[in-house]
């Protein structure tokens, strides 16, 4: 108090670390703001990893904003360090999962943030077994390395002890052992690791449809910058089908070499050709679920398909699986909570189909879901959070299907209509490339939806304009790190 007197009648003060948090919260109650300021100056010129949590507490408390920020910022670019620190277990457990749940959080690897949860939880443990849970689904367990999974998470007493666990370490050996990826942002690197989502366009035809095209082009939109990927096998045709299992590309069948099929080893940058189609196919499907790829539907040249063919990377061998209830080309093909759904498509040369077939791999069998609300083809479908988007088809609309009420509805609307699109998810926001306008030509803009808000926004033109091509999101090397 003598301290703030001094201030108020001669204007002069020495703040330090011993006196700081007693005259800001002496200056706040006396709405001293001059003083307040200068606390608070200082406390912003001393925060560091060791004291930012409690500088974050009383933050919080009186308010002060731009000293919140400024700490939560260091909170997540500074992670590794501020978790080794004590104070870090005193955060409350809505605090740390703010952190946790940031796609921003500044970690080398995800093995950091598993153990600050781990220290954090046997702190805290008197909560109760559910909040383990409850942080767990924050921490991006398929992004551990898989021996790191199996001995430190799996082998875990306490982790064992949490039955509401389970689930959570199922879905992280799925990923681990199959290859299984789906659009779970436990999927996904945080902004800053070492790995980076990658989208890739594979093929397709030229601007005016005539040419097929021989490129692989490849662009990160974390940093704008793409990677120079190996150039495509032979003469690369367009309408084959393109899906990554175990973070290597496929693609399968096309106008050229319909039953050829070839593995891009992304860590090595290789093409290799992998076991053939059993029937030629091109404006098929392709999907991978529970750790195989699947080859849907067709066309053979003479007629539309309704077979299916199972790919198995343990044996190289594709093997015959239960045909379509219907035959169907250029339909949307995609994966949804361990089923494979097939979604409008072309019937014959004339007409299109609004139908939705199911298959479940457990029952080995297909069934008709709500129909589209509109019967096209040359569709794109993607999976993103348990829901499926399906565009294209010369449409301006992008929809969305709900597999567990079986609901349809229109989400948002494109600057113009797309057919033959490349369409893909990265950083939990679709990405839709190229595609074929109103005037049947190829074009180079790209166009991002976000599902969070809804929002159709503008990204960077692709390198010339494409249709028919195939679209993937794999995972790279992050050489913004190098």
Same mark, same amino acid.
């Given at each position: ?37 200068? /606390? ?16 974050? &507490? ?93 001995? &430190? ?22 990923? !681990? ?12 690197? $945080? ?9 890739? @366009? ?44 175990? =973070? =290597? ?5 096309? +106008?050229?070499?319909? $039953? ?6 992304? !860590? ?12 030629? $196919?091109?404006? !098929? ?9 699947? @080859? ?10 309704? #077979? ?13 699986? #239960? ?11 995609? #994966? ?38 509109? /019967?096209?083809? /040359? ?20 929809? &969305? ?41 190829? #074009? ?24 028919? !091509? ?5 995972? /790279?090397?992050? $050489?913004? +790190?190098?």
């Amino acid at each position: 108090m003598a301290l703030v007197l001094d201030f108020m009648y001669e204007g002069r003060i020495t703040i330090q670390e011993e006196n700081v948090q007693e005259i800001l919260w002496m200056s706040d109650f006396l709405d001293i703001s001059s003083l307040r300021n200068l /606390c608070v100056k200082f406390l912003e010129s001393q925060l560091d990893p060791l004291n930012c949590v409690g500088i974050k &507490k009383i933050a919080d408390t009186l308010s002060i904003p731009s000293l919140s920020d400024k700490t939560s910022k260091m909170m997540l670019e500074r992670f590794t360090e501020v978790s080794i620190q004590e104070e870090f277990l005193d955060l409350s457990k809505e605090e740390l999962i703010e952190y946790l749940s940031s796609d921003d959080l500044v970690v080398p690897k995800e093995e950091v943030v598993f153990e600050a949860v781990l220290r954090w939880y046997k702190k805290n443990e008197t909560r109760g077994e559910k909040v383990l849970k409850d942080l767990l689904e924050h921490v991006r367990l398929p992004m551990l390395d898989p021996a790191y999974f199996l001995e &430190k998470v799996e082998m875990d007493k306490v982790i064992q002890d949490s039955p509401e666990c389970v689930p959570l370490l199922y879905e992280a050996q799925l990923y !681990h052992i199959l290859g299984d990826t789906g659009n779970s942002i436990r999927m996904r690197p $945080r902004r800053f690791m070492d790995l980076s989502e990658m989208i890739v @366009a594979i093929g397709g035809c030229d601007k005016r449809g005539a040419l097929k095209l021989p490129y692989i082009d490849s662009y990160d939109p974390k940093t704008g910058q793409g990677m120079g990927l190996s150039g495509l096998p032979g003469y690369i045709k367009s309408e084959m089908a393109t899906c990554v299992l175990k =973070n =290597n590309i496929y693609i399968s069948g096309g +106008h050229i070499d319909s $039953r050829h099929v070839w593995m891009l080893n992304v !860590h090595v940058n290789s093409w290799v050709k992998v076991a053939s189609l059993s029937t030629g $196919r091109w404006r !098929h499907g392709m999907v991978t679920l529970k750790g195989q790829i699947y @080859a849907v539907g067709g066309f053979d040249g003479q007629s539309r398909l309704s #077979t299916m063919e199972r790919y198995s990377s343990f044996t190289n061998a594709w093997t015959a699986a #239960t045909p379509m209830l219907e035959a169907v080309s250029s339909a949307g093909v995609v #994966t949804c909570k361990n089923k494979l759904y097939v979604i409008g498509g072309a019937v014959n040369d004339h007409q299109s189909t609004d139908k939705v077939q199911c298959y479940d791999p457990v029952e080995d069998k297909w069934t008709y879901r709500s129909p589209a609300p509109f /019967c096209k083809d /040359c569709i794109s479908a993607v999976e993103i959070d348990g829901l499926i988007y399906v565009v294209g088809g010369l449409m301006s609309t992008i929809f &969305k299907y709900q597999p567990e009420p079986d609901v349809w509805s229109e989400v948002a609307a494109l600057p113009g209509v797309l057919e033959s699109c490349g369409v893909t998810v990265c950083g939990g926001k679709i990405y839709i490339l190229g595609g074929r306008d109103e005037n049947g030509e190829g #074009t180079e803009k790209t166009f991002v939806y976000d599902p969070k808000t809804n929002i159709v926004s503008e990204g960077q033109p692709l390198l010339r304009g494409i249709s028919h !091509h195939g679209c993937v999101t794999p995972f /790279c090397e992050d $050489r913004a +790190h190098d």
